[in-house]
């Protein structure tokens, strides 16, 4: 049976993928810090969830110690071939990255020093890390291309993203570990963030409460739906040498499209508290996806209102109990 690590397991990206390789009957070691950066009843519920799987395995480590990362590589790899590392673990929100930058550095680039050399040392046949599209800053180019700049980051969040790339480059250089850089845009489905506006409308939809809606909503995000980017993190997986990757849907719409959808579907109409829009946002964002495609033969394949359509469905049966989790 094939093992792996994902961290961030109990994470919103990191609880499908762990669920995407349970299904497939791989033995999952998962860790998490569970930090409160959001609502931590989330993170428990999901992590509840994958501890139904007798093949799930989880432990409560943060990434940034290396003393507490080396002491459980060694109890569970030691004797064991660790196949593959997914390093999902990070402080996320652009926003919050403002309040506490120290702490974005130390789990996001210090972190993935750790784990990235752990992997080398217990020979994990490939390192897949989640990279972000906010290293493109504020880019003018109508999509982003792995070879567009990045060295221009609008947040401390961005900016510890673009390190912690930084760093597997010259990893990369130094030992010829198979690492996998993948830039995801902003992702959303079931059991997903509390501090991202696909939750945070869809609960107010239900709860008929007030949004607060930064900017003009004209703002464009390549919103992405979990099952392809899950897709596209297992295809990545398989890769050789040093590869970076978009996965994005292609095909940005605005916030306000995003608030008129989630009306059509709950037949509510949202009300909204106008706020003005903050340095850390970018503009507008939208994934050049051809190298992945060559790459990976990955595309979406869910559009944005088949998306919020299950998104909305989950919110729906699980409603009782996401009353009482905070949005922020
Ligand atoms: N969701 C998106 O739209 C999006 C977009 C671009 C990139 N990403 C990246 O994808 C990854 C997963 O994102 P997500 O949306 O699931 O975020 P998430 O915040 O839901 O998950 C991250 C998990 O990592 C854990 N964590 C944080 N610091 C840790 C540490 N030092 N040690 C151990 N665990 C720690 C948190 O408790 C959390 O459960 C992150 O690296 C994020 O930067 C996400």
Same mark, same amino acid.
């Given at each position: 049976m094939k093992n792996i690590l994902i961290t961030g397991s109990a994470g919103f990206i990191g609880f499908h993928l762990s669920n995407f390789y349970l299904k497939k009957g791989y033995n999952v070691f998962g860790i998490d @810090?569970? @930090? +409160? +950066?959001?609502?931590?009843r989330i993170k428990k519920w999901r992590n509840l969830n994958l501890l139904e799987n007798k093949n799930f395995h989880f432990d409560k480590v943060d990434i940034s110690s290396p003393n507490q990362l080396s002491k459980y590589f060694e109890k569970n790899f030691k004797r064991r071939k660790l196949n593959a590392v997914f390093n999902l673990a990070a402080g996320t929100g652009v926003r919050k990255s403002t309040l506490n930058p120290k702490r974005y550095y130390e789990s996001n680039v210090m972190g993935t020093l750790n784990l990235v050399s752990l992997a080398k040392t217990y020979s994990a046949s490939s390192f897949v890390h989640a990279s972000t599209?906010? &290293?493109? *800053?504020?880019?003018?180019?109508k999509d982003f291309m792995?070879?567009?700049?990045?060295?221009?980051?609008?947040?401390n969040y961005a900016a510890s993203k673009k390190a912690s790339e930084v760093l597997l480059h010259a990893y990369y250089n130094l030992y010829k570990q198979n690492i996998s850089i993948l830039r995801f845009f902003t992702v959303y489905g079931p059991? *997903?963030?509390?501090?991202m506006s696909p939750f945070i409308f869809i609960q107010a939809a239900i709860n008929s409460n007030k949004i607060n809606l930064f900017g003009t909503g004209n703002q464009k995000r390549d919103f992405t739906y979990i099952d392809d980017i899950v897709k596209g993190i297992s295809k990545a997986k @398989?890769?050789? *040498?040093l590869n970076y990757l978009n996965l994005g849907n292609n095909n940005p719409v605005s916030v306000n499209y995003l608030i008129d959808t989630i009306n059509q579907i709950s037949g509510s109409h949202l009300k909204i508290d106008k706020k003005p829009s903050t340095p850390?946002? &970018?503009?507008y964002t939208s994934a050049n996806i051809r190298m992945t495609k060559k790459l990976i033969g990955w595309e979406p394949k869910i559009n944005i209102d088949e998306g919020i359509s299950k998104t909305f469905a989950w919110h729906k049966v699980n409603m009782r109990w996401l009353k009482k989790i905070q949005n922020s």
């Amino acid at each position: 049976m094939k093992n792996i690590l994902i961290t961030g397991s109990a994470g919103f990206i990191g609880f499908h993928l762990s669920n995407f390789y349970l299904k497939k009957g791989y033995n999952v070691f998962g860790i998490d @810090n569970l @930090n +409160n +950066n959001y609502d931590p009843r989330i993170k428990k519920w999901r992590n509840l969830n994958l501890l139904e799987n007798k093949n799930f395995h989880f432990d409560k480590v943060d990434i940034s110690s290396p003393n507490q990362l080396s002491k459980y590589f060694e109890k569970n790899f030691k004797r064991r071939k660790l196949n593959a590392v997914f390093n999902l673990a990070a402080g996320t929100g652009v926003r919050k990255s403002t309040l506490n930058p120290k702490r974005y550095y130390e789990s996001n680039v210090m972190g993935t020093l750790n784990l990235v050399s752990l992997a080398k040392t217990y020979s994990a046949s490939s390192f897949v890390h989640a990279s972000t599209s906010s &290293v493109y *800053g504020n880019s003018k180019e109508k999509d982003f291309m792995i070879g567009s700049e990045t060295s221009k980051p609008l947040s401390n969040y961005a900016a510890s993203k673009k390190a912690s790339e930084v760093l597997l480059h010259a990893y990369y250089n130094l030992y010829k570990q198979n690492i996998s850089i993948l830039r995801f845009f902003t992702v959303y489905g079931p059991a *997903g963030r509390p501090d991202m506006s696909p939750f945070i409308f869809i609960q107010a939809a239900i709860n008929s409460n007030k949004i607060n809606l930064f900017g003009t909503g004209n703002q464009k995000r390549d919103f992405t739906y979990i099952d392809d980017i899950v897709k596209g993190i297992s295809k990545a997986k @398989n890769l050789k *040498g040093l590869n970076y990757l978009n996965l994005g849907n292609n095909n940005p719409v605005s916030v306000n499209y995003l608030i008129d959808t989630i009306n059509q579907i709950s037949g509510s109409h949202l009300k909204i508290d106008k706020k003005p829009s903050t340095p850390e946002d &970018v503009f507008y964002t939208s994934a050049n996806i051809r190298m992945t495609k060559k790459l990976i033969g990955w595309e979406p394949k869910i559009n944005i209102d088949e998306g919020i359509s299950k998104t909305f469905a989950w919110h729906k049966v699980n409603m009782r109990w996401l009353k009482k989790i905070q949005n922020s």
